[in-house]
């Protein structure tokens, strides 16, 4: 008995052709998965009220980037990661020196390097001392003589009598602060990852389809 085996050229094309068009599904579900991802991480910081610049720290990125695939990846990321995962998963922050963690009142101001002032900073940009005063209930302070200026903010005084002199409190003193979770990252990320699969399959039908329709 012989057997023969011809291979039709219209059967190589058409598997060619449904390759072709599952790398094209593929890459474009998971773009969609990703951008998703990335739109949903922001709209989740700007709810948590941490701000619209946070947010636009998140990216997203695809591979490869030129050509569909059939093993298309997509990337989510932070470009301030210690920041928003600190938030995802509030930590209990400590002192690095075991001692007290110092948080500003709004009598201290800010930092003109940004982000918080330092008890060190404060003095020399005042040239007032901080006084320590413990409490056994509630945070311990670091207060200065000194009078509230417009802004509420302590300043030097000039006064020579002393008048308008008060004793402000300039930081909180604590020995931990527990940061609470205000984001759910990781609930976003599952969602994108199970929709992948329903991603692909319509996008493979498009693909076949074409935007005209059968």
Known sequence: ???????????????????????????????????????????????????ARLA???????????????????????NAPVIVGAHDTGPLIRSKNGF???????AA??????????????????GLRLRFIYRRRGPSLLVAEGRLNT?????????????????APIFLLVPQVKLPKRLDLARDAQRAHDAVPGLIVANWVESKVGPGGP
Do not use: H, Y
């Open 151 to 167: 802004k509420g903010r302590a300043v030097a005084s000039r006064s020579k009598t002393g008048r308008g002199v008060v004793t």
């Open 109 to 126: 101001g800010k930092s003109l390097r940004g982000g918080r002032i330092t008890p060190g900073e404060w003095e020399r940009r005042t």
């Open 56 to 78: 636009r720290t998140i990216r997203s990125e695809q591979f490869p980037k030129a050509t569909p695939s059939l093993n298309a990846a997509a990337v989510v990321w932070s």
């Open 1 to 51: 008995m012989k057997l023969k085996l011809d291979i039709d050229p219209d059967i190589v094309e058409m598997m060619a052709a449904e390759v072709a068009a599952g790398e094209r599904a593929v890459s474009a579900a998971i773009r969609e998965a990703g951008t998703g991802l990335k739109t949903a991480w922001r709209l989740q910081i700007t709810g948590a009220g941490l701000g």
């Open 100 to 106: 007290w963690l110092a948080i500003p009142t709004s």
